[in-house]
């Protein structure tokens, strides 16, 4: 698992790769660390710290070329990538479970690792607005807050899903403006993403209303035959 991790970095550090493989790459380190290592994401804060750190130099030196991962905002997409996909994993795997265990924690660091793109192109330091990624960014925020363990405790868990449900639209400004923004290469692999994950998001919930049905179906049958 450990030559994994190395293998990304050093494939995403050595500069071959284009933008949405470097996404791919942050997706598939965070993938890993959670599936070898059950319990790295426990003291989430240190993680928060770090990524505040990271993101607050990145943007300060922003004419680096190093920091472009970051003030590219690939990082956080790559975060995202992971947020957007545990949903649609089956159930029954075991990286699904791990997953799910740190969502919220992946998606407070995808705002914290996002942050210094969105915010250097809002205050004109990186360049100029893309409405849709402004609109992702901005419906991120209140998602983010409530994704706090202390916050979340204060909204009843029926309110809390139905306003995580505002994250597909997220997801869908996020895309857009990564299409949008991005050379055709990037491109072909953003839409390939956006379409896989919305084939399986069907089948989950094609899956999820058959197994509804069948109960409603074997609940009638119970009452009218006792």
Known sequence: MISIILVLILAITSGLLNNSLIVLAVSGIILTL?????????????????????????????????????????????????????????????????????????????????????????????????????????????????????IRKEIKPKEWRNIQKAAYVIYVSLFTHLIYVSDWENRVVYVVIAVLYLNNKIIKELKKWAYLKKQFTQDWYFYFHT
């Open 34 to 150: 959670s599936f070898r290592y059950k319990n790295i994401f426990k003291k989430a804060y240190i993680f928060y710290i770090l990524g505040v750190l990271i993101s607050a130099i990145s943007l300060y030196f922003h004419e680096i070329k190093y920091f472009d991962i970051v003030t590219n905002g690939l990082i956080g997409y790559g975060l995202m990538l992971v947020v957007m996909f545990t949903g649609v994993f089956p159930n029954k795997w075991l990286i699904s479970k791990r997953l799910k265990m740190n969502r919220g924690v992946f998606s407070i660091l995808s705002f914290i690792m996002i942050s210094p793109h969105a915010l250097g192109h809002i205050f004109k330091i990186l360049g100029g607005v893309n409405l849709f990624g402004i609109v992702a960014y901005a419906i991120m925020v209140p998602l983010t807050l409530i994704s706090f363990k202390g």
